[in-house]
């Protein structure tokens, strides 16, 4: 699979600034959205071929996100990568068990989010 479009959800406009900059240098679309709910909305309409998701969110948390996106029909297929804050090995086996398909822990590299971008 190629990544042509890559959807990132943040509740803070500076990560969805940086992880934007990182992700247009290499000629990736990027859709961002600053909620859980706005991004299950996004990835049902637009389908991006990857997902980077917090976690830590007002309403619906990335947990809650990424478990919704796998359940469902037309989003079960998209891969998402966790970016956050949250580095407990209890939260990365939580992530797993949600759907996740990868795990950055902030502050993360350029180099590790392109490796993620690779991946899939």
């Not at 000629?27 to 830590?56: M, Y």
């Not at 619906?60 to 989003?75: I, V, Y």
């Not at 956050?84 to 990868?102: C, N, P, S, V, Y």
């Not at 950055?104 to 991946?119: G, N």
Request: net charge negative.
């Amino acid at each position: 699979m190629s990544v042509n479009t890559v959807l990132i959800v943040d509740d803070s406009a500076t990560e969805r600034t940086n992880l934007e900059l990182i992700i247009n240098d290499v000629g990736c679309r990027v859709l961002t959205a600053d909620s859980g709910q706005k991004a299950l909305e996004i990835a049902e309409d637009k389908h991006p071929d990857l997902i980077f998701l917090d976690i830590i969110m007002d309403n619906m948390d990335g947990f809650q996100t990424c478990r919704t996106l796998h359940e469902s029909q037309t989003t079960r297929d998209i891969p998402v990568v966790m970016v956050t804050g949250k580095g407990h090995k209890a939260d990365k086996m939580w992530a797993t068990e949600q759907g996740a398909r990868g795990y950055v822990t902030k502050p993360y590299s350029k180099e590790q989010i392109l490796e993620q971008i690779k991946r899939f």
